[in-house]
T-cell receptor, first 113, second 115 residues
Framework: KQEVTQIPAALSVPEGENLVLNCSFT??????LQWFRQDPGKGLTSLLL?????REQTSGRLNASLDKSSGRSTLYIAASQPGDSATYLC????????????FGSGTRLSIRP | EAGVTQFPSHSVIEKGQTVTLRCDPI?????LYWYRRVMGKEIKFLLH????????ESGMPNNRFLAERTGGTYSTLKVQPAELEDSGVYFC?????????????FGSGTRLTVV
C-alpha cells in the first residue's frame, strides 16, 4: 500500500532564502509524482508533474526532483517570496491503483518579509 | 480553456439533511475524480469515473454517499443523510488519461460543514 509522507509539517523562512520541501513514498512503482500548491480556502494548483522516467522538472523558481529508488522527491524553491506562502502537497500515482493519487499531508510554508 | 468548476463553494447544513455537490470537468476529459479532505487528515480518494461509468469507487466511505455522472459530463456527489464527520473539503479533478503521465487538474473544492 502506497504511503506518502511530507516533512516538515510546517516551515517558516525569511524572504529571499532558497528552500527544499521533502516528500517520501513507500512504493517506487509509480506512474508519476505531482506537486501541488494550496492557498487558504482555495483549490489545488498543480505546480510540477514528474513522470516516472524523469529525474526532475523545472518551472521558473521551482525545481522538483524524483528518485524512485530511494522513494524521495524534493521541491526546491529559489529566492523565496512572501507570495510563496501556502501549503505544498505532493501526490504519487501508483501502478497498483491507477485510478487514484495518494497525497501527503502537506508542508505549510510561511515566508517572512 | 475553462478549468474544473465546483459548486457550491461552501455549504452549511444540519445533521440529517441532504446535500448535493456538483463538478464540471474540463471539456473533453473523460476521467473525473472525487477526493475529500476531512479535518486534520490527508486528501483521500473517493471515486473515479471514466465517462459515465464508475471505474473505482473503493474510497467511498459508506452508502450515504452517492455519485453520478449522467451522460459523461458533469458529476454530482450526494450525501444523504449528512453526518458531522462528513464535514470537510470535497475536491473534484479531471484528467485526459489515467494511470499515465498527464496529471490531474483540480477544482477549487466545496467546503461542507455539517452542524
Amino acid at each position: 500500500k502506497q504511503e506518502v509522507t511530507q516533512i516538515p509539517a510546517a516551515l517558516s523562512v525569511p524572504e529571499g532564502e532558497n528552500l527544499v520541501l521533502n516528500c517520501s513514498f513507500t512504493d517506487s512503482a509509480i506512474y508519476n509524482l505531482q506537486w501541488f500548491r494550496q492557498d487558504p480556502g482555495k483549490g489545488l494548483t498543480s505546480l510540477l508533474l514528474i513522470q516516472s522516467s524523469q529525474r526532475e522538472q523545472t518551472s521558473g523558481r521551482l525545481n522538483a526532483s524524483l528518485d524512485k529508488s530511494s522513494g524521495r522527491s524534493t521541491l526546491y524553491i529559489a529566492a523565496s517570496q512572501p507570495g510563496d506562502s501556502a501549503t505544498y502537497l505532493c501526490a504519487a500515482n501508483p501502478y497498483s491503483s491507477a485510478s487514484k493519487i495518494i497525497f501527503g499531508s502537506g508542508t505549510r510554508l510561511s515566508i517572512r518579509p | 480553456e475553462a478549468g474544473v468548476t465546483q459548486f457550491p463553494s461552501h455549504s452549511v447544513i444540519e445533521k440529517g439533511q441532504t446535500v448535493t455537490l456538483r463538478c464540471d470537468p474540463i471539456s473533453g476529459h473523460d476521467n473525473l475524480y472525487w477526493y475529500r479532505r476531512v479535518m486534520g487528515k490527508e486528501i483521500k480518494f473517493l471515486l473515479h469515473f471514466v465517462k459515465e461509468s464508475k471505474q473505482d469507487e473503493s474510497g467511498m466511505p459508506n452508502n450515504r454517499f452517492l455519485a453520478e455522472r449522467t451522460g459523461g459530463t458533469y458529476s454530482t456527489l450526494k450525501v444523504q443523510p449528512a453526518e458531522l464527520e462528513d464535514s470537510g473539503v470535497y475536491f473534484c479533478a479531471s484528467s485526459q488519461v489515467y494511470g499515465a503521465n498527464y496529471g490531474y487538474t483540480f477544482g477549487s473544492g466545496t467546503r461542507l460543514t455539517v452542524v
